[in-house]
T-cell receptor, first 116, second 111 residues
Framework: GAVVSQHPSRVICKSGTSVKIECRSL??????MFWYRQFPKKSLMLMAT?????????EQGVEKDKFLINHASLTLSTLTVTSAHPEDSSFYIC????????????FGPGTRLTVL | DQQVKQNSPSLSVQEGRISILNCDYTNSMFDYFLWYKKYPAEGPTFLISISSIKDKNEDGRFTVFLNKSAKHLSLHIVPSQPGDSAVYFCAASATGNQFYFGTGTSLTVIP
């Protein structure tokens, strides 16, 4: 099946620094990638949708200047958490949708971000 | 506003018995539904799907039932195995693009 990787799997950073998380589709071209955030004991929350070569579409309440998303190629999307604060600590998951299977998203393993 | 709801946060089942996980939705435009399984500290993995033209889809030990009139779907796991212990999310979509997730049900299968 389709494989989506995320790097890093875990990251600890100091408050005020920026962190970049990569999401890669390893064996298919992802026309659309999604970024989710999971809060403890809560559902996955869609943060933004990115299409290759265009600006990401952010969900209501998500600060686009804080969570920078770049989908520069059909196999790579990046999420940069700028000026991170402890409340940004969370589990960030990306998913990718290919051109052939419009009905299924393939999820990455997630990135655990801890901001001290 | 939670458009997809999983009202049972947890479920415990004896090994070998049936596990039934429930999911309700409010948006009648949803036409595609997925179940995902998630282990701690890992991303969700796709389990089974169903489109609104069907009321049942089966894959091995996993069967998903859809009741459109009640806006309800359920996942049956028979027989349940200890390795099935995980958090199960249902998700729904109206366009095949953005999926709305439920809050998850933590299943524990007791050996």
């Amino acid at each position: 099946g389709a494989v989506v990787s995320q790097h890093p799997s875990r990251v600890i950073c100091k408050s005020g620094t920026s962190v970049k998380i990569e999401c890669r589709s390893l064996d298919f071209q992802a026309t659309t990638m999604f970024w989710y955030r999971q809060f403890p004991k809560k559902s996955l929350m869609l943060m933004a949708t990115s299409n290759e070569g265009s600006k990401a579409t952010y969900e209501q309440g998500v600060e686009k200047d804080k969570f920078l998303i770049n989908h520069a190629s059909l196999t790579l999307s990046t999420l940069t958490v700028t000026s991170a604060h402890p409340e940004d600590s969370s589990f960030y998951i990306c998913s990718a949708k290919g051109q052939d299977r419009i009905d299924t998203q393939y999820f990455g393993p997630g990135t655990r971000l801890t901001v001290l | 506003d939670q458009q997809v709801k999983q009202n049972s946060p947890s479920l415990s089942v004896q090994e070998g018995r049936i596990s039934i996980l429930n999911c309700d939705y409010t948006n009648s435009m949803f036409d595609y539904f997925l179940w995902y399984k998630k282990y701690p500290a890992e991303g969700p993995t796709f389990l089974i799907s169903i489109s609104s033209i069907k009321d049942k889809n089966e894959d091995g030990r996993f069967t998903v039932f859809l009741n459109k009139s009640a806006k309800h779907l359920s996942l049956h796991i028979v027989p349940s195995q200890p390795g099935d212990s995980a958090v199960y999310f249902c998700a729904a979509s109206a366009t095949g693009n953005q999926f709305y997730f439920g809050t998850g049900t933590s299943l524990t299968v007791i050996p």
